[in-house]
């Protein structure tokens, strides 16, 4: 798996830039933060993160040294793990504010993960968590041709055979994991883009129009939601 990530790191396969992406910083730096640190979980080269500096002692952890060598060179004190090990190696109750975005998905067991996460965040800490919602909209249109496609994957737009999620998560699945390892959820944000990107997608911009004009994906999360972020505390 480490050998993975660091060529998904070197080949630059990482959308950053998208509007998934923009939506994600924009809803975290929106969140009221307080305390002295934050860690982000899967930070990759610390785009997310860097802005944290100006305010937090700011930590990254990421399995690709690769990817760490540009977080560490912003500024952020970072340290090589692997998420999928349940002991993260951090001091219990050590964080004021942890983030782990689009990770859990890549997960073999997540809940070890978010156990961990519950272990060395101090009480009353955040925890900021994002998943993509595998019972999209556009994923059922895809499942109901008898085909399987995750729109909020990467190997889709370059013809990959699997999905590279793990896990799959839905808005139920998602609040179960939440509410199992101790968390209270403070905030829900859904994604659904402004824009069809894909030119498979771009002759039904105008239903896209209309479900963000009458906000449907934060009426009917569960179908039109296409990423979930969620605000927790301890």
């Given amino acids: 798996m480490k050998k993975y990530y660091e060529e998904y790191w070197m080949e630059n396969r990482v959308l950053q830039g998208s509007p998934y992406d923009i939506w994600k910083k924009r809803v975290l730096y929106s969140i009221n933060l307080n305390g002295e640190n934050y860690l982000d ?6 785009d997310i993160a860097e802005p944290f500096i100006k305010k937090f002692q700011t930590y990254g952890a990421d399995i690709s040294e690769y990817a760490l060598k540009f ?7 970072t340290k090589c793990i692997n998420a999928n090990n349940p002991i993260l190696s951090y001091e219990k109750d050590y964080f004021d504010n942890i983030s782990c975005l ?4 890549h997960l073999i067991d997540p809940e070890k993960t978010t156990n ?3 272990r060395i965040l101090k009480e009353n800490g955040i925890f900021i968590v994002c998943v993509p919602n595998i019972l999209n909209i556009f994923n059922r249109i895809f499942f109901a041709r008898g085909e399987f496609v995750d729109v909020m994957d990467v190997a889709h737009r370059t013809n990959g055979l699997f999905s590279e999620h793990i896990k799959m998560f839905s808005k139920k699945k998602l609040e179960i994991l939440i509410n199992n390892s101790g968390f209270n959820i403070l905030e829900r944000h859904y994604y659904f883009p402004e824009r069809f990107n894909e030119k498979k997608w771009q002759h039904l911009q105008f239903m896209g129009d209309i479900i ?3 906000k449907i994906p934060k009426i009917i999360p569960s179908l039109f939601a296409l990423g979930l972020l969620y605000v927790c505390r301890k």
Avoid: H, M, P, T
């Avoid at 979980?41 to 610390?46: A, K, T």
């Fill in 116 to 118: 961990e996460i519950y």
């Fill in 102 to 105: 689009d990770v859990l998905e």
């Fill in 212 to 214: 963000n004009k009458f």
């Fill in 71 to 77: 977080a560490s060179e912003k500024g952020i004190i």
């Fill in 41 to 46: 979980i899967g930070c990759g080269n610390g």
